[in-house]
T-cell receptor
Framework: EAGVTQSPTHLIKTRGQQATLRCSPISGHTSVYWYQQALGLGLQFLLWYDEGEERNRGNFPPRFSGRQFPNYSSELNVNALELEDSALYLC????WGGGNEAFFGQGTRLTVV | EDQVTQSPEALRLQEGESSSLNCSYTVSGLRGLFWYRQDPGKGPEFLFTLYSAGEEKEKERLKATLTKKESFLHITAPKPEDSATYLCAVQAGSSGNTPLVFGKGTRLSVIA
């Protein structure tokens, strides 16, 4: 069974540009989570999608946005990139329902120069 | 506010030297506590889920336990390949509509 896949693996953007990151969940998982992991920091919750809807949002500015498609894949968009947006962006998928484990992809390393 | 605190931040062990990592949490109704392993530059790898105080789970040299306020990850006779950052996360709340909250992790180095 395929795990969570993320693309691209690495992304280099210039300050002020937009970045689009993609995530395909494990088959049968309807929930997709996005986390930001900056160097030396823990995983910070960004966004949670389930059944095509945004269910919860972390403490990030509106320029971080996303969506979930009918096939449950998801996209994270970051507008007006800032240097401090450089981080490892992780996607996780999970079956709906509390207590079930989330499985992570390998992440997208975003570098803003 | 739900909080997860892991200690120590870093731990250096000799191969075969057993030890424990701690995860303390304050949540409004625990629905699950999760342990992950993360290698540098990679995504976290799921290890265990614990649901209620007194529960224990084992996998190879790792054993996770849970009380009402904390969880421990015991590492028995570690090997260099156990070197990684170990993350603890909780899901809280009365419904399933909450994300996982992570601690900052414990960076484990096992020296041969």
């Amino acid at each position: 069974e395929a795990g969570v896949t993320q693309s691209p693996t690495h992304l280099i953007k210039t300050r002020g540009q937009q970045a689009t990151l993609r995530c395909s969940p494990i088959s049968g998982h309807t929930s997709v989570y996005w986390y930001q992991q900056a160097l030396g920091l823990g995983l910070q919750f960004l966004l949670w999608y389930d059944e095509g809807e945004e269910r919860n949002r972390g403490n990030f500015p509106p320029r971080f946005s996303g969506r979930q498609f009918p096939n449950y894949s998801s996209e994270l968009n970051v507008n007006a990139l800032e240097l401090e947006d450089s981080a490892l962006y992780l996607c996780a998928s999970r079956r709906w329902g509390g207590g079930n484990e989330a499985f992570f992809g390998q992440g997208t390393r975003l570098t803003v120069v | 506010e739900d909080q997860v605190t892991q200690s120590p931040e870093a731990l250096r062990l000799q191969e075969g030297e057993s030890s424990s990592l701690n995860c303390s949490y304050t949540v409004s109704g625990l629905r699950g506590l999760f342990w992950y392993r993360q290698d540098p530059g990679k995504g976290p790898e799921f290890l265990f889920t614990l649901y209620s105080a007194g529960e224990e789970k084992e996998k190879e040299r790792l054993k996770a336990t849970l009380t009402k306020k904390e969880s421990f990850l015991h590492i028995t006779a570690p090997k260099p390949e156990d070197s990684a950052t170990y993350l603890c996360a909780v899901q809280a709340g009365s419904s399933g509509n909450t994300p996982l909250v992570f601690g900052k992790g414990t960076r484990l180095s096992v020296i041969a």
